[in-house]
C-alpha cells in the first residue's frame, strides 16, 4: 500500500511537468489520462504525441547544438548502464545495427572495453544526447525504447546531427509558432546559423521534430504554403529516410580494407571493393560491387573477385580452394550457398580486371 501511494504522489508531481508539454489523448485536458498514455512507453502508437520530444539541452550545456566532432574512422564505443535491462540493451544494439547497414559499415559501433571516449546509455528520464564526440564518457539517454527510431535518432545525434528544424534555411520551409512551445524547451527550437546543412530541407528526416514537440496545446511549427503534405510527415519515426541516410554516409564514409573509399566527390574516384560502394557528385548513393569514375557510379562486373581485389586472378582461384565447401564465404561467387567447382568456373570466366 506504502508502495502505491509513494507511486501516485510520484506520478502526480511528475504530471505537473507533462501537463505543461503533452496533451496525448486529445480531449483537451491535461490530466492523469494524458500520463498515463505518456508513462507507458510500449503502448502502441496511436499518435506521435504519445512519444516523448527528444531534448538537447540548452546551447550553455554539454550537450551543445554545434555540429559535434566526429568520431575517428566512424567508429563510436559503447557501454551501458547497469540498470539497464537485456531487453532495451537488445533494442538498442538493433538500432546500432540499422544504422551500421543504412551506411554499409561507415559507422560502426563497438562494445567498450578500456577506450577513453566512448557513449555511456542510461535512463535519464527523457530522450537526449550529447551532439558529436564529446570526448571521455558521454551520456545518452532513452526514455522511448520500444521505438527503434527513436534509439536510432539519439545515435544520431551522438554521431554529429543535429535536429532538422535547426538547419539555417529552416524558416524557408517552416513557420515556428513560439507561442505554442514551452519556454522551458523553446531552445530546441533555435537555428544553428555556423552549422553544415546537408542536402535539401528534409521534412521526412527522422531528425525532425513532428509538431507537437513540447507543446503548449497548439502546434508548435507549420509547413510553409506549397509544403503543407508535410505537416503529418514531421516527426515520423518509422525509418530513416534517403537525406537521414545520405547525410550520414556523406559524414562517415566507408573505410575500406585499403583505404581507398569514395567520399562525394565527383571524379577521379574508383573503388570497386565488393564491401564499399560509392556516392557520386550527385549525392546519389550506390551500394557494393559498384564502381565510380567520371563523376558518377555504374555497377561493376566482378561476381570472381574474391579476394576483393579489384581483379578476378589466381588469387581468387586460391581462395576458392581455401574456403572449398563452406556456405557464407566470399568464395561463394555464385551465391548457391557452398562454394564448388561452379564457382571455380565462375572465377575464370570473370578473369581479368573488375572494370
Ligand atoms: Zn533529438
Known sequence: MKKLITCLVAC????VAFAKTWTVDDDGKADFDNIQAAVNADEPRGSIREIMPCDLGPITENRGVTWGTLWPAGTVYYDFDASISQLNRDRTRAAMDVLETATEMGTVFIPRTNEPDYIHIIEGGGNWSSVGMQGGSQNLSMYNWSYQFIIC???IHALGRLHQQSRSDRDNYITVNW???DSNYAYNYNICGQCPNYGEYDFESVMHYSQWG???GCPTMTCLPGYEEFQDVMGQRDYLSNGDIETLRSMYPIQSATGACCVGTAGGCIDNLSESGCLAGSG???GPDSVCADGDCELS????????SGVVDVGDILVVIDQWGLADSPADVNNDGIVNVSDLLMVIDSWGTCL
Open 12 to 15: 502526480v508531481l511528475s504530471g
Open 301 to 308: 562486373n566482378c561476381d570472381g573477385d574474391a579476394d576483393d
Open 179 to 181: 507561442e505554442c512551445i
Open 153 to 155: 535518432h539519439e545515435l
Open 214 to 216: 513540447f507543446n503548449t
Open 284 to 286: 546519389t548513393w550506390h
